[in-house]
Protein backbone atom coordinates (compact mmCIF):
# COMPACT_ATOMS: atom_id res chain seq x y z
CA UNK A 1 0.00 0.00 0.00
CA UNK A 2 1.43 3.57 -0.89
CA UNK A 3 1.74 5.66 1.94
CA UNK A 4 -0.55 8.86 2.59
CA UNK A 5 1.13 12.08 0.97
CA UNK A 6 1.76 15.00 3.05
CA UNK A 7 -0.51 17.32 1.66
CA UNK A 8 -3.08 14.41 2.12
CA UNK A 9 -2.11 13.77 5.63
CA UNK A 10 -2.23 17.19 7.00
CA UNK A 11 -5.83 17.68 5.69
CA UNK A 12 -6.85 14.55 6.65
CA UNK A 13 -5.72 15.74 10.40
CA UNK A 14 -8.02 18.76 10.33
CA UNK A 15 -10.96 17.14 7.95
CA UNK A 16 -11.02 13.35 8.39
CA UNK A 17 -11.38 13.24 4.63
CA UNK A 18 -10.51 9.80 3.55
CA UNK A 19 -6.95 9.46 2.02
CA UNK A 20 -6.84 9.65 -1.88
CA UNK A 21 -3.37 8.34 -2.53
CA UNK A 22 -3.23 8.53 -6.65
CA UNK A 23 -1.29 10.65 -8.64
CA UNK A 24 -1.94 14.50 -8.81
CA UNK A 25 -0.30 17.59 -9.47
CA UNK A 26 -0.38 18.79 -5.79
CA UNK A 27 0.90 15.16 -4.44
CA UNK A 28 4.63 16.30 -6.86
CA UNK A 29 4.99 19.70 -5.59
CA UNK A 30 3.43 19.62 -2.23
CA UNK A 31 6.44 17.53 -0.70
CA UNK A 32 9.06 19.17 -2.30
CA UNK A 33 7.69 22.24 -1.68
CA UNK A 34 7.58 22.14 2.22
CA UNK A 35 10.98 19.45 2.48
CA UNK A 36 12.35 22.89 0.51
CA UNK A 37 10.85 25.68 2.94
CA UNK A 38 11.79 23.80 5.73
CA UNK A 39 15.65 23.05 4.93
CA UNK A 40 15.70 26.87 3.77
CA UNK A 41 14.46 27.36 7.68
CA UNK A 42 17.36 25.43 9.04
CA UNK A 43 19.85 26.36 7.25
CA UNK A 44 19.28 30.21 7.42
CA UNK A 45 18.62 29.75 11.63
CA UNK A 46 22.23 27.83 11.86
CA UNK A 47 23.73 30.14 9.59
CA UNK A 48 22.24 32.72 12.23
CA UNK A 49 23.48 31.12 14.86
CA UNK A 50 27.13 31.23 13.63
CA UNK A 51 26.98 34.97 13.08
CA UNK A 52 25.96 35.38 16.47
CA UNK A 53 28.41 33.05 18.50
CA UNK A 54 31.36 34.93 16.68
CA UNK A 55 29.64 38.82 16.79
CA UNK A 56 29.51 37.83 20.61
CA UNK A 57 33.31 37.04 20.57
CA UNK A 58 34.12 40.33 18.98
CA UNK A 59 32.02 42.32 21.41
CA UNK A 60 33.30 44.36 24.66
CA UNK A 61 29.51 45.82 25.53
CA UNK A 62 28.26 43.03 28.09
CA UNK A 63 24.63 44.18 26.64
CA UNK A 64 25.47 43.45 23.13
CA UNK A 65 26.98 40.05 24.05
CA UNK A 66 23.75 39.12 25.70
CA UNK A 67 21.42 40.08 22.70
CA UNK A 68 23.90 38.15 20.61
CA UNK A 69 23.09 34.72 22.13
CA UNK A 70 19.76 35.68 22.86
CA UNK A 71 19.19 36.24 18.74
CA UNK A 72 21.11 32.82 18.23
CA UNK A 73 19.03 31.54 20.90
CA UNK A 74 16.10 32.09 19.22
CA UNK A 75 17.07 31.48 15.78
CA UNK A 76 18.17 27.32 17.35
CA UNK A 77 14.76 27.31 19.13
CA UNK A 78 12.89 28.57 15.88
CA UNK A 79 14.49 25.76 13.41
CA UNK A 80 14.14 22.99 15.99
CA UNK A 81 10.25 23.08 16.31
CA UNK A 82 9.42 23.36 12.74
CA UNK A 83 12.42 20.94 11.59
CA UNK A 84 11.36 18.09 14.25
CA UNK A 85 7.41 19.18 13.54
CA UNK A 86 8.32 18.19 9.68
CA UNK A 87 10.09 15.02 10.48
CA UNK A 88 7.27 13.89 12.84
CA UNK A 89 4.86 14.20 10.82
CA UNK A 90 6.95 12.42 7.90
CA UNK A 91 7.10 9.42 10.60
CA UNK A 92 3.46 9.79 11.15
CA UNK A 93 2.71 9.29 7.30
CA UNK A 94 5.45 6.47 7.46
CA UNK A 95 3.27 4.86 9.71
CA UNK A 96 6.48 4.48 12.04
CA UNK A 97 4.64 7.01 14.82
CA UNK A 98 0.90 6.70 15.81
CA UNK A 99 -1.05 10.49 15.91
CA UNK A 100 -1.07 10.70 19.68
CA UNK A 101 2.86 10.08 19.88
CA UNK A 102 3.26 12.71 16.75
CA UNK A 103 1.32 15.54 19.08
CA UNK A 104 2.40 15.26 21.99
CA UNK A 105 6.10 14.75 20.55
CA UNK A 106 5.71 17.96 18.20
CA UNK A 107 4.22 20.09 21.18
CA UNK A 108 6.82 19.27 23.86
CA UNK A 109 9.12 20.41 21.82
CA UNK A 110 7.68 22.95 20.33
CA UNK A 111 7.15 24.42 24.57
CA UNK A 112 11.49 23.63 24.74
CA UNK A 113 11.81 25.81 21.57
CA UNK A 114 9.60 28.38 22.87
CA UNK A 115 11.50 28.36 25.76
CA UNK A 116 14.63 29.28 23.74
CA UNK A 117 13.06 31.83 22.03
CA UNK A 118 11.31 33.36 24.98
CA UNK A 119 14.70 33.32 26.54
CA UNK A 120 16.20 35.17 23.00
CA UNK A 121 13.01 38.21 24.27
CA UNK A 122 14.94 38.24 27.43
CA UNK A 123 18.41 38.99 26.51
CA UNK A 124 17.44 41.17 24.17
CA UNK A 125 14.66 43.50 26.19
CA UNK A 126 16.31 42.73 29.57
CA UNK A 127 20.06 42.17 28.31
CA UNK A 128 21.68 42.19 32.10
CA UNK A 129 20.73 42.57 35.66
CA UNK A 130 20.92 45.66 37.30
CA UNK A 131 21.44 47.37 34.26
CA UNK A 132 18.54 49.93 34.81
CA UNK A 133 20.16 53.54 35.46
CA UNK A 134 17.62 53.91 38.47
CA UNK A 135 16.77 51.18 41.18
CA UNK A 136 13.27 51.54 40.65
CA UNK A 137 13.76 50.52 37.18
CA UNK A 138 16.16 47.93 38.35
CA UNK A 139 13.12 46.41 40.25
CA UNK A 140 10.40 46.90 37.97
CA UNK A 141 12.32 44.69 35.29
CA UNK A 142 12.85 41.96 37.51
CA UNK A 143 9.16 41.83 38.17
CA UNK A 144 8.50 42.35 34.64
CA UNK A 145 11.04 38.91 34.02
CA UNK A 146 9.89 36.98 36.48
CA UNK A 147 5.82 37.42 35.61
CA UNK A 148 7.04 36.63 31.87
CA UNK A 149 8.16 33.53 33.11
CA UNK A 150 5.81 32.33 35.38
CA UNK A 151 3.26 33.34 32.93
CA UNK A 152 4.80 30.93 29.98
CA UNK A 153 5.57 28.02 32.73
CA UNK A 154 1.79 28.14 33.58
CA UNK A 155 0.43 28.03 30.12
CA UNK A 156 2.95 25.08 29.51
CA UNK A 157 1.60 23.44 31.99
CA UNK A 158 -1.90 23.91 31.08
CA UNK A 159 -0.98 22.83 27.76
CA UNK A 160 0.56 19.62 28.83
CA UNK A 161 -2.18 18.49 31.18
CA UNK A 162 -4.95 18.67 27.93
CA UNK A 163 -1.62 17.23 25.88
CA UNK A 164 -0.90 14.28 28.26
CA UNK A 165 -4.31 12.84 28.86
CA UNK A 166 -5.63 11.55 25.47
CA UNK A 167 -9.28 11.82 26.59
CA UNK A 168 -8.67 15.58 25.84
CA UNK A 169 -8.53 14.88 22.16
CA UNK A 170 -10.67 14.61 19.34
CA UNK A 171 -10.59 11.43 17.35
CA UNK A 172 -12.10 10.78 14.77
CA UNK A 173 -11.88 7.28 12.27
CA UNK A 174 -12.53 6.35 8.58
CA UNK A 175 -12.77 3.16 7.85
CA UNK A 176 -9.47 1.51 9.39
CA UNK A 177 -7.92 5.08 9.73
CA UNK A 178 -7.87 6.66 12.67
CA UNK A 179 -7.34 10.68 12.55
CA UNK A 180 -6.25 12.34 15.98
CA UNK A 181 -6.94 16.29 15.68
CA UNK A 182 -5.05 18.67 17.22
CA UNK A 183 -6.18 21.07 20.06
CA UNK A 184 -5.92 24.49 19.97
CA UNK A 185 -5.05 24.36 24.02
CA UNK A 186 -1.90 22.74 22.82
CA UNK A 187 -0.50 26.18 21.26
CA UNK A 188 -0.91 28.44 24.01
CA UNK A 189 2.66 28.48 25.47
CA UNK A 190 4.25 29.37 21.69
CA UNK A 191 1.34 32.12 20.99
CA UNK A 192 2.38 33.68 24.68
CA UNK A 193 5.83 33.76 23.08
CA UNK A 194 5.04 35.45 20.39
CA UNK A 195 2.77 37.55 22.16
CA UNK A 196 5.68 38.69 24.66
CA UNK A 197 8.23 39.02 21.90
CA UNK A 198 5.62 41.55 19.80
CA UNK A 199 4.62 43.66 22.63
CA UNK A 200 8.36 44.08 24.45
CA UNK A 201 10.66 43.90 21.32
CA UNK A 202 9.33 47.09 19.42
CA UNK A 203 9.34 48.60 22.65
CA UNK A 204 12.55 48.29 23.54
CA UNK A 205 13.58 49.33 19.67
CA UNK A 206 11.75 52.55 20.16
CA UNK A 207 14.14 53.32 23.13
CA UNK A 208 17.57 53.01 21.52
CA UNK A 209 19.26 55.65 20.55
CA UNK A 210 21.53 53.75 18.69
CA UNK A 211 20.70 53.02 15.01
CA UNK A 212 22.35 49.21 14.31
CA UNK A 213 20.99 48.15 18.26
CA UNK A 214 17.24 49.53 17.12
CA UNK A 215 17.67 48.10 13.70
CA UNK A 216 18.59 44.38 15.58
CA UNK A 217 15.51 44.98 17.26
CA UNK A 218 13.30 46.19 14.40
CA UNK A 219 14.20 43.10 12.40
CA UNK A 220 13.72 40.98 15.87
CA UNK A 221 10.28 42.93 16.01
CA UNK A 222 9.16 41.73 12.36
CA UNK A 223 9.91 37.99 13.23
CA UNK A 224 7.77 38.01 15.75
CA UNK A 225 4.57 39.60 13.69
CA UNK A 226 5.23 36.97 10.73
CA UNK A 227 5.23 33.95 13.00
CA UNK A 228 1.89 34.23 14.24
CA UNK A 229 0.53 34.46 10.58
CA UNK A 230 1.89 30.91 10.27
CA UNK A 231 0.65 29.26 13.43
CA UNK A 232 -2.55 30.70 12.68
CA UNK A 233 -2.86 28.88 9.83
CA UNK A 234 -1.42 25.61 11.13
CA UNK A 235 -3.70 25.57 14.33
CA UNK A 236 -6.58 26.34 12.55
CA UNK A 237 -7.41 29.82 13.22
CA UNK A 238 -7.15 30.67 9.55
CA UNK A 239 -9.89 28.61 8.17
CA UNK A 240 -8.81 25.93 5.25
CA UNK A 241 -8.31 27.97 2.09
CA UNK A 242 -9.83 25.15 -0.25
CA UNK A 243 -6.25 23.90 -1.46
CA UNK A 244 -4.02 21.99 0.56
CA UNK A 245 -0.97 23.74 -1.85
CA UNK A 246 -1.99 27.12 -0.71
CA UNK A 247 -2.76 26.30 2.53
CA UNK A 248 0.91 25.05 3.46
CA UNK A 249 1.91 28.29 1.66
CA UNK A 250 -0.05 30.82 3.88
CA UNK A 251 1.57 29.13 6.53
CA UNK A 252 5.50 28.67 5.55
CA UNK A 253 6.04 31.59 3.45
CA UNK A 254 5.68 33.69 6.78
CA UNK A 255 7.84 31.24 8.66
CA UNK A 256 10.29 31.40 5.89
CA UNK A 257 10.24 35.45 5.81
CA UNK A 258 10.57 35.32 9.81
CA UNK A 259 14.25 32.99 9.05
CA UNK A 260 15.15 35.79 7.68
CA UNK A 261 14.36 38.75 9.97
CA UNK A 262 16.25 36.61 12.50
CA UNK A 263 19.32 36.38 10.04
CA UNK A 264 18.93 40.75 9.38
CA UNK A 265 18.80 40.79 12.99
CA UNK A 266 22.04 39.16 13.66
CA UNK A 267 23.62 40.88 10.87
CA UNK A 268 22.45 44.15 12.35
CA UNK A 269 24.38 43.16 15.65
CA UNK A 270 27.31 42.44 13.70
CA UNK A 271 27.87 45.65 12.57
CA UNK A 272 28.30 46.89 15.89
CA UNK A 273 31.62 45.30 16.55
CA UNK A 274 34.89 47.34 16.21
CA UNK A 275 36.69 45.03 13.59
CA UNK A 276 33.37 43.66 11.88
CA UNK A 277 33.94 43.90 7.90
CA UNK A 278 30.26 45.31 7.56
CA UNK A 279 30.66 48.67 9.28
Not at 101 to 113: C, H, S
Not at 162 to 177: A, D, I, Q, R
Not at 180 to 207: C, H, I, M, N, Y
Request: aromatic content about 10%.
Amino acid sequence: MNPVPLFQLTSNLASGATPNVGPSLENTIFDPTLYALTALIGLVAILTAIICVRTRGMLSDQGQRSRAIGTGMSALGYSIVLVAAISLLTLMRDGVVSGFIYLQAEFIVAYLASAMILYGVDKTVFPMKGSASRPSNARREIRARAAIWAAFFVSVGIALAYLLNPSTYTVTSTGLVQHVAQQGVFWLPAFFTVVVGALTVPVFAVRRSDGATRRHAIYLSLFFFLVPIGMSKESNLIPSLGDPLLDMLVAFVPFTAASFCLLLSATRLRRIAPDSPFR
